[in-house]
Structures are given as structure tokens and as C-alpha cells.
């Protein structure tokens, strides 16, 4: 197709043309004040509400969604703000029914909320919002009645029902959703399939005293009781029908148990098969009290690729990668590849100049999971092969090994692991150790070691969101056997315990909290070692991104001197001296941070968080001194009362941000420690000092606790 000039100049003509037309035609002005009306922001100096006298004003203004301003708000305390509040007026409708509810469902059935006026303020700051609130009586429970069911409803779940005698009565039916869906469940966990239940409210027309008294009554017709007659299970294409049944707590015969169901339908989603499981009651004869049960299941893809990227301040550079089947030969039998890459930029804790040459890291792994053992437990077999750099002590493991291990629960939220564990190590000298150290260790023999273990461990989680938890806990235990009738060469016993809470704060955001604790010593063969026993990957360390922040990687507690270098067992401990960390026997964790919401970055999902952290290791339990739990000590001479020493409890403080994503927040903090130590370093030319910085910075992924 062709062109001509003159084509193009009409063209133009007709485009600046259309332009104008538009600009000088009038606009729908009506129209769009209409749209806008009350839709503009207004600023608001302050928010008045009378006539409350059971809730105090501070509380209702805690229900608003508009807000007075606040000069300790976090962002304006950071300087990201000013305190100037702004609200819409049409919101304000829908503020005053927020009021009304809350005082609806709390008895006050006849309450009365009334915007009085908004006016305002003489000097500019902005609007004077007046809320009027005309209580009325409180209306009371004085009865919860169960007409004709009144033997089959327990004392025990009377209890447990929100609204019972001597509650203020909600107003409306749909505020007793909870109860009725407890009582719901009851019965049918006694095989009423059919039950149905109907509340209803009667208050008293005359008023007792300033109170109003009101009868709850739920008519239940509870319908005969069921069992199971038959299971028909559908949608299953891929997975075995005896699979699925065997991870059923029904069987037919049973009486139609709700918890049962709940339970199976756990049993199943938990084996990551299926994207979803529905139970459906099917073909009920109320004659012969039974009903079939029909199962139907949505299938996963058994097959799958996972790939993804990270950094951070000590693994600068991470991939990881895997590939797994879920459902092998449609037995449910699991194979997982994985593998972990990454390059590490390391400073040799106080052996070199900085970070040297890139090391890389790796894990692979090759993992079976058995779907049921004697009907009850999963059996899991890895395979694994590591390669570890331990820049804080001058050290590379080359770990290989193989685990075998099986999950079982108490319920819910406690699960516990029982593993057996065959590890080799191989330990030699990091690259970038100096060489005056090399030529010190030139008749010290670094050899392999095996390691044979026995685990259990428990995990109670209780947390609301085990990515982004905001209230809850979750306690974690473990307590491991190595050596002894298990063989190989380290015989030692290790148990270790934390304690993770999470709770709102007043201010705004989540308070979490951590105390963990842990003891290692060796036994038998090893006893003749000492603390030096226990093997180096087997030690405690403290110090670092998850742990200490303020201080560097794994850098706190017992280190390795010239003059006790010498004396090792190579096998189980670090063969380094110039006081290189050597991890200890004994560790002690305590972390308290608040993580608070920076509604100026909010868009960006970022958030703040400010902590306290503290804890060491030590190596033998007489090193643990009161006097070592002081706030503050300083770098200074071995012989000064006031200096860091090496059983000193570790004190921090500091502040970050976080960045919300899919995977969990990508972390940055900034910790500033409060007992810095200064350590003492023989040369060819004398003694060098060196203290310990005054900030650290740190950068990962995911929460420290």
C-alpha cells in the first residue's frame, strides 16, 4: 500500500480536527460532580462521640477505619509522614453502622448511633467529627433452652457454647452461627446425618430493673442415626482405590463419625495427591438407618519442576532446583530430586584480610517416601552429598550420608520424626587460610570421621500462618543418640528445645518471640576427649542472621588459641589456632522483635520490624557465669573487669525492613552489638589487635524465627 504526502497532511488535519471539537465542546459538568460528590479526601483534626457509657471512647474510636492523627505513629516517629489524617465523608455512614453492630451484638438491642454535626476547626487543622451513641437497656440471657432434646445436649458443650446464661443477647440470629455449627457437629459425630437445628429469641416486654431478660431456645430434631453402608470412591484416574481406602478412619459398617471424616479427608489431602476431597452422605434409607459414602477426589499432576533463585550476606548467589513424582506406578510412593547451589563470599573469621575467593557450596539429594507402613507410618529414605564452607573457622566439610526416617502425629499440630542416620565427613583446610597457619598444621593429620545417629524430634505448630505468623507458637524438641551399639566414631547424646510465640501489639504489628536452648556431650569412646568429643558439625554456633544479629556468622562463644592447637583430636574439632570459633556444648537463644506495618510503603509491601537479641555457646557449664548476662561490656585488656569475654552472653540491638513476597519476606537489618570484643593476634612483628565492628549488616530471606 502507498502513501502520498497529501494523504498524510488530511490525515492530520482531520486528527487535529477531532481534538479540537473535543476541547471546545462542553463537558458534562453535572454529571461528574455528581459522581465525585463526597468521594474528595478531607483532612480531620479530631473525633468526639458522646452519650457512651458501658464502652469508653477509646475503644469505640479503636473500631473506626477513620482515624484521628497520631503523632507517634511509626511513620512519623521515622520521619516517612506527617500526622495530617484524612477521611472521605461518605464513609462515615458506614462508620456509624460499624458502631451499631458492635453494639447490637453485645445486647444493646435498641442503640441508637447519630451523626450530630462536622464542623471545621477555627484554626484550619482540619474537621471536628461529633458522634452521638444513645445506649438503651442491655438485653441479657437469662435461659438456653433445648425444647424436647434437653437430655441429649451434654453439660459439657452447654459450656462450651459462646452465648449461654448471663451473656448479653446478640440481636441478630446470624451472631449464633458458631453455636449452632458446634451443636451441629455433635450430633453429628453421633451419626445424627439428618439433624437440624433452629434458634430462636424471645425477649421479655417489660424490662427488670435497667436490664432486659431474654430466652434463647434451639429446637433440634436430631433424625435417626446412620451408618456407613458402602464407599464408592471417584475421580481417582491415576491413584490405586486400595490407597485411597487405606488412608480412610471409615470403614463400612462404622457409624458415620463427623471427626472420622474430618480426619480421612485430612489423611488424604496430606499425601499432596489431590487438589481436592469431598465426603457426600449418598443413597440414605432412614428405615435401615444407613447411607453409602461417596468420595470424590480431584487429582494433582503427580510429576513436577521447582526452580529458584536467591541471595543473600553470606550465600551471595543461591539456585536450587528439584524435580519429583508423587505417585509413582499410582501407589503414592514419592521420588524427589533436589539440588542446592551456592557461592559463597567468606571472610576466614580473623585468618585473612576479607572475603577471598568465591567457594562453592552444594547439597544434593535423592529422597523415597513409602506412603504406609503397617498401615500407619511413612517411611522416608535420602541419600545426600554436601559440600559446606565454615568460613568462622577456617574450615570445608565434604559430608555424604544416608538417613532413614518416619513421620507420625498426636494430632493436628504435633507431629513427631524418628530418623537413623549414617553420615561420613571429610573435613580440610578453607583456601584462604594464611600461610603461616598451614605451615603451623604441616604435622597435624585432618581425617575423615562417621557419624551413626538416632533422632527424634517433635514439632507442636500452633501458629496461624507458618510463613507470615502474626499469633500462635510453635515449640520444637530433639533429642539425639550418636555411637555407642549405633558404631561409628563419635558417641555422643545432644538435646536442644525452642519455644516461638507470636502475639498482636498495642501499638500496631505482631510481637514474636524466641527462647531456645540446647546441651551436647560425648559418651563412652569419646568421653576421653572431653567437650572435644563431640564432633565439630555436631557443635552449637551462635552469631549471625538467625541467631545473634549485630555480630558476625556463627562468631560467638569458645575459639580455637595457638596454645591449644596442638592438644586436638583433628577427627572431631577444628585443628586451627589464632582463635578461629570452635562452637561449644551449651547454647542459649533469646530474640524479642516487634514487626510493624509502614502504611506510607504499604503499597510496596514493605514492612519494619526493631529487635533485641541475645545468646552465646559455652563449652563446659561451669563457663556460664551470672555475671556474663550483664547488658554491657567493652573491648579493652584480658585482665579489665569491664572487657568482652569469651563467656560473656551476647547482647544486640537494631532495626530493618522487610519486603513481602510469595515465598516469604526478603530481609534486610542492620544489628548493633552491645558487648564487643577485642582479640589479641601473634605476628612476626608482635601482637595485633582487632575489635569487633560496631554494626553488622545482614540480608536473607524468610523471618529469623
Request: hydrophobic content about 35%; overall charge neutral; charged content about 25%.
Amino acid at each position: 500500500m502507498r502513501f502520498s504526502n497529501a494523504g498524510i497532511v488530511t490525515g492530520w488535519a482531520w486528527i487535529l480536527g477531532v481534538l479540537a471539537f473535543a476541547a471546545l465542546a462542553p463537558a458534562p459538568a453535572r454529571a461528574i460532580s455528581e459522581l465525585e460528590y463526597g468521594l474528595e479526601l478531607h483532612n480531620i483534626h479530631r473525633i468526639e462521640i458522646e452519650g457512651n457509657t458501658t464502652f469508653s471512647e477509646k475503644e469505640l474510636k479503636a473500631l473506626l477505619r477513620i482515624r484521628e492523627p497520631r503523632s507517634f505513629h511509626p511513620q512519623v516517629i521515622l520521619g516517612l509522614g506527617d500526622r495530617t489524617a484524612r477521611y472521605q465523608p461518605h464513609l462515615l455512614e458506614v462508620e456509624l453502622r460499624g458502631l451499631s453492630r458492635f453494639y447490637r451484638q453485645r445486647g444493646f438491642h435498641q442503640v441508637v448511633v447519630e451523626l450530630v454535626s462536622v464542623v471545621e476547626d477555627p484554626e484550619g487543622r482540619g474537621d471536628i467529627i461529633v458522634i452521638n451513641v444513645v445506649e438503651g437497656l442491655r438485653t441479657y440471657l437469662d435461659d438456653v433452652r433445648f425444647p424436647g432434646t434437653e437430655a441429649e445436649v451434654p453439660e459439657r458443650l452447654r459450656e462450651e457454647l459462646r452465648y449461654h446464661v448471663g451473656v448479653p443477647a446478640p440481636a441478630d440470629l446470624n451472631d449464633l452461627g458458631t453455636d449452632i455449627y458446634q451443636l451441629q457437629t455433635y450430633f453429628w459425630e453421633h451419626g445424627h446425618l439428618e439433624a437440624e437445628i433452629r434458634p430462636e429469641i424471645v425477649v421479655a416486654a417489660e424490662p427488670l430493673g435497667n436490664r432486659l431478660a431474654a430466652v434463647l431456645s434451639y429446637h433440634i430434631k436430631p433424625g435417626g442415626r446412620y451408618s456407613v453402608a458402602m464407599i464408592d470412591v471417584q475421580g481417582n484416574d491415576r491413584t490405586r482405590t486400595d490407597l485411597i481406602r487405606g488412608r480412610l478412619r471409615l470403614r463400612e459398617g462404622d457409624l458415620f463419625r463427623w471427626s472420622n471424616v474430618v480426619e480421612s479427608q485430612r489423611r488424604l489431602m496430606e499425601t499432596a495427591l489431590f487438589r481436592d476431597v469431598g465426603f457426600i452422605p449418598a443413597r440414605v434409607d432412614s428405615a435401615a438407618g444407613t447411607a453409602d459414602l461417596l468420595i470424590q477426589v480431584v487429582e494433582r499432576r503427580p510429576a513436577f519442576f521447582e526452580f529458584g533463585f536467591g541471595v543473600g550476606s553470606r550465600e551471595r548467589i543461591r539456585a536450587l532446583a528439584a524435580w519429583g513424582h508423587n505417585n509413582l506406578f499410582g501407589t503414592g510412593q514419592r521420588l524427589l530430586l533436589r539440588s542446592r547451589n551456592s557461592l559463597n563470599y567468606e571472610d576466614v573469621q580473623r585468618l585473612s584480610d576479607g572475603a577471598g575467593d568465591p567457594e562453592l557450596n552444594y547439597r544434593y539429594d535423592i529422597t523415597h517416601t513409602y506412603p504406609s507402613v503397617l498401615k500407619r507410618y511413612r517411611l522416608e529414605t535420602n541419600f545426600y552429598l554436601e559440600k559446606e564452607t565454615r568460613g568462622e573457622s577456617g574450615l570445608n566439610l565434604d559430608t555424604r550420608g544416608f538417613s532413614l526416617g518416619t513421620r507420625f502425629g498426636f494430632g493436628r499440630q504435633t507431629v513427631q520424626a524418628l530418623t537413623l542416620r549414617f553420615e561420613r565427613v571429610d573435613p580440610s583446610m578453607h583456601p584462604d587460610v594464611t600461610d603461616s597457619l598451614r605451615l603451623h598444621l604441616e604435622g597435624n593429620v585432618i581425617e575423615e570421621s562417621s557419624t551413626h545417629s538416632l533422632a527424634w524430634d517433635l514439632l507442636d505448630e500452633r501458629r496461624d500462618d507458618p510463613i507470615r505468623p502474626s499469633e500462635g507458637s510453635l515449640r520444637t524438641i530433639n533429642v539425639e543418640i550418636g555411637g555407642g551399639p549405633l558404631g561409628g566414631d563419635n558417641s555422643f547424646w545432644k538435646m536442644s528445645a525452642a519455644f516461638h510465640g507470636y502475639t498482636g501489639f498495642p501499638l500496631g504489628g505482631v510481637l514474636a518471640f524466641r527462647v531456645g536452648a540446647g546441651a551436647v556431650g560425648p559418651y563412652g569412646d569419646s568421653l576421653d576427649r572431653g567437650a572435644d568429643g563431640v564432633p565439630y558439625q555436631e557443635r552449637f554456633f551462635a552469631g549471625g542472621v538467625s541467631s545473634v544479629r549485630g555480630y558476625e556468622e556463627r562468631s560467638l562463644g569458645p575459639q580455637i588459641s595457638r596454645d591449644v592447637a596442638d592438644s586436638l583430636r583433628v577427627i572431631s574439632d577444628v585443628p586451627l589456632p589464632d582463635r578461629p570459633a570452635r562452637g561449644g556444648n551449651y547454647r542459649l537463644l533469646t530474640n524479642i522483635e516487634w514487626r510493624f506495618p509502614v502504611p506510607l510503603l504499604k503499597s510496596w509491601k514493605v514492612s519494619g520490624v526493631a529487635f533485641v537479641d541475645g545468646g552465646t555457646v559455652w563449652e563446659r557449664l561451669r563457663d556460664i557465669h551470672i555475671k556474663g548476662f550483664r547488658w554491657r561490656s567493652y573491648p579493652g585488656e584480658p585482665d579489665d573487669t569491664t572487657s568482652t569475654k569469651i563467656w560473656d552472653y551476647r547482647w544486640s540491638f537494631g532495626g530493618g525492613l522487610r519486603v513481602d513476597t510469595p515465598v516469604g519476606p526478603v530481609r534486610v537489618d542492620v544489628g548493633f552489638p552491645l558487648k564487643r570484643a577485642r582479640f589479641d593476634t601473634e605476628t612476626s612483628t608482635g601482637v595485633t589487635y582487632q575489635t569487633e565492628s560496631r554494626v553488622i549488616y545482614h540480608f536473607s530471606l524468610g523471618f529469623p524465627f
